[in-house]
């Protein structure tokens, strides 16, 4: 089969565009080296829809980033996903820098944020009172926000899926070329695909796809980011999200609600070379410490559950490369997607969607599915409704994870649905089973369990996340796994 668009990544740069896509009459598909939509990038990441305020006036990234985030709002609604703008402030700890942000307030208005307001340190503290003494004064984004980045990555590949846009996973790309015809080759893992064109949403990787075909290299650098997640128990210590100042490697150590009630800090900005290395480190969780500190007093860091890194595809340039190249036709690059590439998502799987399709010409679907469902929430009904869900559907009323009180039904939900559950991460993502304060302690034999019995698979083959991640290595003498 020759596809009309083959997407390399299935992230959340990949499934914004899969989504947009799929609004046409067109064969599409999405190729995912990973077990499962969200397995990069867009897995770790700070889950702040950004107000737009810090990118350069008329660069795609500050265009991406603005038009992203009005669009946020409507689109959580249309995929039934949580998001609350809860607002920004960045926070200045020198005096003598206070020029800084009435420079970022310029640039806001430059790009067309609304809702900027520079406020004296009596104004900010009282907005936030767990800031530093040290405050001179903030920049408050009142359209800044957070949302679940894994939620948002599975609706849209989601939307996706269901108007027809073909999801393979575990299907590494490993070599594309174009052959007289105009076709494209793209040998993988898994064996070839062909199509008429080809997006590169490859994360980290978007050089490496870019460079094989294009004269103009471009080089990704990957920048690993620690981060510290903390209990429930925190959360309120800010309403806001509290950035410092930025710098040339980033928007800094922020400290930020998230919108499960969490409190998040980090991330650092650490560039390697190795595109693999998601290991945390000491050096980087004492840099977080250190820095967070200087912001705000009194931080829960104690209540620490869990610390993660992830890496963002930084391109020298720090600039968003979306379209083609002038020397590979039908070959579309979204590369670089870094901050602030969650808010943009939307904009970009927009921007590429009118590109590629004004281009071939795709008629519109009469009959295209715009809402979603996400999985149910027992927790987020009245007593009265869940009980009589309960009294339908048994399963709801059986908790799997005790910390985030998750029950057994949605976890049949997470895998039963469009693009579902295939491992233990995937169900978490899905459903926060296992984010809790146990982190997976309790819940993760229940789990497995179903995973195995829905599946039909031995016990033996359930699996954390990627090939070789497995759990349970054999049976017992007594027989069981």
Known sequence: MIYDVIIIGAGVTGAAVARELSRYKAEICVLERGEDVCSGTSKANSAIVHAGYDCVPGSMMAKMNVRGNAMMTDLCKELDIPFDRNGSLVVCIDKDELPGLQELYDRGIKNGVPGLKLLSREEAKEMEP????????????ETAGIICPFRLNIAMAESANVNGVDFFFNTKAEKLCRDEDGIWHISTCNGEYKAKAVVNAAGV??????????????????????????????????????????????????????????????????????????????????????????????APVRQVITSFAGLRAHEDNHEFILGEPEDAPFFFDCAGIESPGLTSSPAIGEYMGEMISSKFGFEKKENWIAGRKDVLKPSELSLEERNELIKKEPAYGRIICRCESITEGEILDAIHRPLGARSLDGVKRRTRAGMGRCQAGFCSPRVMEILQRELNIPLEEVRKNDAGSYLVLEKTKGGKA
């Open 130 to 141: 767990h800031l530093s003494d040290l405050t001179q004064g903030a920049l408050y984004a």
């Open 205 to 298: 990787y978007a050089d490496f796809f870019h460079n094989m075909v294009s004269a103009k290299k471009i080089h990704i650098t990957p920048r690993r980011g620690d981060y510290f997640l903390l209990d429930k128990t925190t959360g309120g210590f800010v309403k806001h999200t509290i950035f410092p100042q930025p710098t040339k490697l980033g928007k800094g150590i922020l400290v930020a609600p998230t919108i499960h009630g969490n409190t998040l800090v980090g991330p650092t900005a650490i560039d390697i070379e190795d595109k693999e290395a998601v290991a945390t480190t000491q050096e980087g969780f004492d840099e977080i410490l250190q820095k967070s500190s200087m912001y705000v007093t009194n």
